[in-house]
């Protein structure tokens, strides 16, 4: 008989249905159903969804049991009726939680426009292995002799299961990338696993459930192992990109309990025994080469005979700690078609999917057994029509097969992922594009924002923005995804995460990568220019990597990021957990500093700034590193401040406002000549100052004059990687938004839009990736998906949809709506998934009239600046919600209010 606990929480589950309020979205650590998380503490955060105006949470009540229906015996966390707002990050103060073991939850809501509480459906999540204690197997790979062979092993462990199972999870990882099998089925829905991490310190396992792949009586676990991001051979060289050790190996723990309660890890090390299959060799940046011929899909399936199988032995174990996977894994996602088939000039046979993506091609073929199949990316055409590969540098990018003539057989590779929008095919006389699709891969983060426009330019920009970010947001924020490099630049990743930001649910994914910078962080302070970073990238030939330590704008990802990643997500965890490294890094500028002036070594500066070839005249945009160092010093110095007395930090807070107040006055003593010009008479100059607001209010003014005259002096804009995500913010924030608008619709070089008229869909690394005559520019950094100048995406989302932060609460609990209206634009339409639900801003300009609607999600309120064009006024064009304003103020040329939640829609008279 059920305990009445229980009868009065599914009596409470059935009042819900009746009401107009509804608690949705429930996660755990910012994930939906969570499998394999280690924190004793994990925080719940649901959303309140509700078309009511002003509606504000006033209580919850969190239960978590061990069972769906909430027995009191199963109840291991009761928080009581709580009196608090907070519907996100609430951490969880219940009875110690046990390894691999599922949890289930709901919560009960309180608002104040009821004494009914409104209670959300359940949801759960898993816990992982909690401790190093509770692995029990050994890390497994080949034997000695086969150590080196470029062959993908598989490996197979047959076990019995005789009792009634309740659960079963599988906990793995490998050195190297794996995919799992169990009775001949894959094991989630995953690549590239375990991703990529800082190896030497840490590895990240996975959790699966697979109680449904296993039988009562025999079972074979599989799995495959591949190079991956962990030994990387660099293409006709022998040397690796990436080298953290010779050896593959895996380890996997496979927990079972039973109906009688007990908990038991099944497999037996001393049953592994492996094989050589259809992988013939796979690389990150080469491709693949599978032989189908060799390709046995039931091998593992239980009781299977595998010929030549040899017996796995044990392995050196993993210095590093085997760590919980926070962030979402990569998975499949946009499915292409092929739209066309172009024969180019020279005759090859190229397939167009109409859009540069990161992923894989995949095809199905009737050709007899035996007959091999080449297929080779590229992002373009070169300007004769010509598959286009120089660009890659020595990346073959390149996928081979060799067919086993069977008729529902498909072809694709299985660990790499190529960039591209080209597809030249080798093999195949007669091409049939139906045979043809291309999977897009990328980590799997939700979208949470979008925007349209009645300029379709600026839709296509804001389209190859976040093409931009899915291929290159793949378990890792990469600069590009196709050449021979594919590494997280910190300066790309800080430059574009506000962008990012708001179009993806990006926390866990740059938590899990801040947490790889903390540790590749040297113990001096200094933070590397690429993360995750290993030993082998000092002794790469490129002379960018060399030395990559230390250099402002790439380094100050460690503070800039996690101060934003704060105020976009409002999750103190963040800070708290950067907040050392963030002191590091500033330590490190101040040991490397003379006369408060960071000069410790060079630095990449304003990165691809426009300049001229044939510069006589001296025309390039060339800004002093050193400003641009000591502008990035203050900067961080001053983030560092804010985090500190965010966490309440007191002497930390003091200590370093002393600092700072030392940088800005030494950076005007330095850099500012007595007439308010700045010794670069450059626009990164001028916007870095202003950004960073390191100029007193007499040079403030000065530097908004010169940054405008030098802007029209050019006639577009000049800056590089460091001043471009600022430009437009500078101009608009200090009254030049015709300046910023002017700026963003140009469409000759160099400008955003110059791409997109050039067929561009993603961002270009160069601003004249393609020149005007349809030549290239170096092929020895041209990449054509490469996200940093989408860093535009913030300036349109602040003010063409009017979307703003509010420092003062973070997470969008309290936010700023503020468009713009320019007459270039007819419409415009944008809305924002935030933690607590759908911000959306639409506006209109018919007949020369404005409309205007606002969407405000419950438990949350907005200030709404309505700038006023013309001589009139707004008005909400429902009267009866005057009264639901809840601060309302007229000023000569704005409106200001102050909105609870609930959709809003105004008009603008003029008098």
Not at 69 to 81: A, E, P, Q, T
Not at 385 to 412: C, M, S, V, W
Not at 471 to 487: I, K, M, S, W, Y
Not at 718 to 745: M, Q, R, W, Y
Request: with cysteine; charged share 25%.
């Amino acid at each position: 008989m059920r305990s009445l606990y229980s009868f009065l929480f599914v009596l409470s589950l059935f009042c819900v249905q009746a009401q107009k309020i509804s608690i949705t979205q429930l996660e755990v650590e910012k994930l939906t159903r969570p499998l394999g998380l280690d924190t004793q503490n994990p925080d719940f955060s649901w959303i309140i969804k509700s078309d009511e105006h002003n509606l504000s949470q006033t209580h919850y009540h969190i239960f978590v049991a061990t069972d769906k229906i909430f027995s009191k015996k199963s109840l291991v966390w009761d928080s009581g009726k709580v009196n608090s707002s907070e519907s996100v990050y609430v951490k969880y103060q219940g009875k110690p939680l046990d390894y691999a073991t599922k949890y289930y939850w709901t919560v009960k809501v309180w608002t104040n426009q009821s004494s009914r509480s409104r209670q959300s459906g359940v949801s759960f999540w898993t816990t992982g292995m909690m401790s190093s204690e509770n692995w029990k197997s050994e890390w497994i790979g080949v034997d000695d002799e086969d150590k080196r062979v470029k062959n993908s092993p598989y490996f197979t462990n047959d076990f019995k299961v005789d009792n009634q199972i309740t659960s079963a999870q599988l906990f793995i990882t490998s050195r190297g990338i794996y995919e799992a099998h169990i009775n001949g089925k894959r094991v989630g829905e995953s690549y590239l696993t375990p991703g990529w991490t800082s190896y030497n310190n840490r590895i990240q396992y996975q959790a699966y459930d697979v109680q449904n792949l296993i039988s009562s009586g025999d079972n074979r676990l599989g799995v495959i192992l591949a190079d991956g991001w962990f030994r990387n051979f660099r293409p006709n060289s022998g040397k690796r990109k990436t080298d953290y050790g010779d050896e593959l190996s895996f380890i996997a723990e496979l927990v079972i309990s039973f109906e009688n309660g007990t908990k038991q890890t099944i497999i037996n090390d001393d049953n592994w025994n492996y094989h050589f299959g259809s992988i013939q060799n796979s690389s990150i940046y080469n491709g693949e080469m599978v032989d189908f011929n060799l390709d046995d899909p039931s091998w593992s399936n239980s009781k299977k005979k595998i010929p030549n199988s040899k017996k796995a032995q044990s392995v050196k174990p993993y210095e590093g700690k085997l760590d919980h996977t926070r962030n979402e894994m990569i998975k499949k996602r946009e499915v292409l078609k092929a739209q066309k088939l172009i024969i180019t000039p020279s005759g090859d046979k190229v397939i167009d999917f109409g859009q540069n993506l990161v992923g894989w091609a995949q095809f199905k073929s009737t050709l007899p057994k035996g007959t091999e199949v080449t297929l080779y990316h590229a992002e373009v055409l070169d300007k004769a029509g010509e598959f286009y590969t120089t660009n890659l540098r020595a990346a073959k990018q390149k996928n081979t097969f060799i067919l086993n003539g069977k008729k529902d057989q498909i072809y694709h590779p299985t660990f790499t992922f190529q960039g591209f929008r080209y597809l030249k095919v080798e093999g195949i006389d007669q091409i049939n594009l139906d045979d043809f699709k291309a999977f897009a891969l990328y980590s799997d983060m939700e979208f949470t924002g979008s925007l349209t426009t009645s300029n379709e330019l600026i839709n296509q920009l804001q389209e190859n923005i976040q093409w931009g970010q899915r291929g290159n947001f793949l378990d890792v924020p990469t600069d590009c995804p196709q050449r021979d490099e594919r590494l997280g630049w910190t300066g790309d990743a800080q430059a574009f995460f506000n962008t990012a930001g708001f179009n993806m649910d990006v926390k866990n994914f740059f938590d899990k990568w801040l947490i790889d910078l903390t540790y590749d962080q040297r113990s001096d302070g200094a933070v590397p220019g690429v993360v995750p970073h290993n030993n082998y990238l000092n002794l790469n030939t490129s002379t960018v990597i060399k030395g990559s330590f230390g250099r402002t704008g790439w380094a100050d990802a460690a503070t800039i990021i996690p101060w934003h990643s704060y105020l976009i997500y409002g999750d103190t965890k963040t800070l708290e957990r950067q907040y050392i490294s963030m002191v590091k890094w500033i330590d490190f500028m101040t040991q490397n500093s003379k006369n408060n002036l960071y000069i410790k070594q060079d630095h990449w500066g304003d990165w691809l700034f426009f300049s001229r070839d044939d510069d006589n005249s001296g025309r390039s945009a060339v800004t002093s590193k050193k400003l641009i160092a000591q502008a990035f010093y203050c900067y961080s110095t001053q983030l560092l401040i804010k985090s500190a007395q965010a966490l309440g930090y007191k002497d930390d807070v003091n200590k370093y406002s002393e600092l700072y107040d030392k940088l800005v006055k030494a950076f005007n003593n330095e850099f500012v000549t007595k007439n308010g010009m700045l010794v670069s008479d450059s626009q990164t100059a001028y916007v870095l100052a202003l950004q960073f607001n390191l100029l007193i209010e007499e040079n403030a003014k000065i530097a908004v004059e010169r940054l405008v005259e030098n802007i029209n002096d050019y006639g577009h804009l000049t800056t590089g990687f460091l001043g471009t995500p600022f430009l437009c913010h500078v101009l608009s924030d200090n009254g030049k938004n015709e300046e910023a608008i002017k700026l963003l619709l140009r469409q000759e070089y160099p400008s955003w839009l110059y791409p997109v008229t050039k067929g561009a869909t993603t961002i270009w690394e160069r601003w004249n990736g393609i020149k005007p005559d349809g030549s290239f520019q170096y092929p020895s950094m041209n990449s054509f998906n490469h996200y940093a100048y989408g860093a535009i995406g913030e300036w349109m989302y602040n003010n063409l949809m009017g979307l703003k932060l509010n420092e003062d609460f973070p997470g969008y609990k309290r936010f700023t709506i503020e468009p713009i209206f320019d007459e270039n634009f007819e419409n415009v339409k944008g809305s924002f998934d935030s933690n607590y639900g759908e911000i959306a801003v639409e506006w209109s300009r018919k007949n020369g009239k404005l409309h205007l609607t606002i969407d405000v999600p419950a438990n949350t309120s907005s200030d709404v600046i309505l700038n006023k064009p013309t001589e009139g006024n707004w008005k909400l064009d429902n009267a009866k919600l005057a009264s639901k304003i809840m601060e309302h103020q007229e000023q000569s040329e704005k409106t200001i209010l102050l909105l609870g939640s609930g959709k809003y829609n105004f008009s603008y008279n003029t008098n």
